[in-house]
């Protein structure tokens, strides 16, 4: 059982390039979610996912877009990237009951450094 | 304004002793408070979860304590193993939203 996947696990990319974070899930969670990690300010939520079709904001959305046209797979886009978002983004699921007593499945990560 | 704040960037204890990490925060909606446990490289993995009508949890050498009335949570490990070495991070939670808030994370090290 794989869980969640995240492609790619490495990628630099120059200012003011696209790019495309793919997250892939084989649990039929309902919920996914794109976090971001930086030193000092633990993981914060940039998007998040209810169902296939659906997506809302979260804590840090600005320069960032998201697509779910399908239950397993959370697309997160950077239009333009600028060196501000370097950082690891962790996408994760979970089911649509209460978060407890499991919590969310995180996936590897994604280390992106935009220069 | 950080909702859930690990005043602790790091910790170190020595093998066979307690580590207790603290997580405060400042909002009495949460439901659930959960402790994630990170090593290099790999995305968090789940460790043990309270909900807020209870004051403990245990779990083999992991134990959980929730004080609502201080909005304090600590995660005991006893006893500490080098194994245990990671980033833990504490995230709080309510069930209307299904969302997780994350602490800043503590680095633990283990020394043998």
């Known amino acids: 059982n794989a869980g969640v996947t995240q492609t790619p696990k490495f990628r630099v990319l120059k200012t003011g390039q696209s790019m495309t974070l793919l997250c892939a899930q084989d649990m039929n969670h309902e919920y996914m979610y794109w976090y971001r990690q930086d030193p000092g300010m633990g993981l914060r939520l940039i998007h998040y996912?209810?169902?296939?079709?659906?997506?809302a904001k979260g804590e840090v959305p600005d320069g960032y877009n998201v697509s779910r046209l399908k239950k397993q797979n959370f697309l997160l886009g950077l239009e333009s990237a600028a060196p501000s978002q370097t950082s690891v983004y962790f996408c994760?699921?979970?089911?649509?009951?209460?978060?407890?007593?499991?919590?969310?499945?995180f996936g590897s990560g994604t280390r992106l450094t935009v220069v | 304004d950080q909702q859930v704040k690990q005043n602790s960037p790091s910790l170190s204890v020595q093998e066979g002793r307690i580590s207790i990490l603290n997580c405060d925060y400042t909002?009495?909606?949460?439901?659930?408070f959960l402790w994630y446990k990170k090593y290099p490289a790999e995305g968090p993995t789940f460790l043990i979860s309270i909900s807020s009508i209870k004051d403990k949890n245990e779990d083999g050498r992991f134990t959980v304590f929730l004080n609502k009335s201080a909005k304090h949570l600590s995660l005991h490990i006893v006893p500490s193993q080098p194994g245990d070495s990671a980033v833990y991070f504490c995230?709080?939670?309510?069930?209307?939203?299904?969302?997780?808030?994350f602490g800043t994370g503590t680095l633990l090290a283990v020394q043998p």
């Open positions: 909002n009495s909606m949460f439901d659930y």
């Open positions: 996912s209810v169902g296939e079709g659906t997506t």
């Open positions: 994760a699921s979970s089911y649509s009951t209460l978060l407890g007593p499991y919590g969310y499945t």
């Open positions: 995230a709080l939670g309510s069930g209307a939203t299904n969302k997780l808030i």
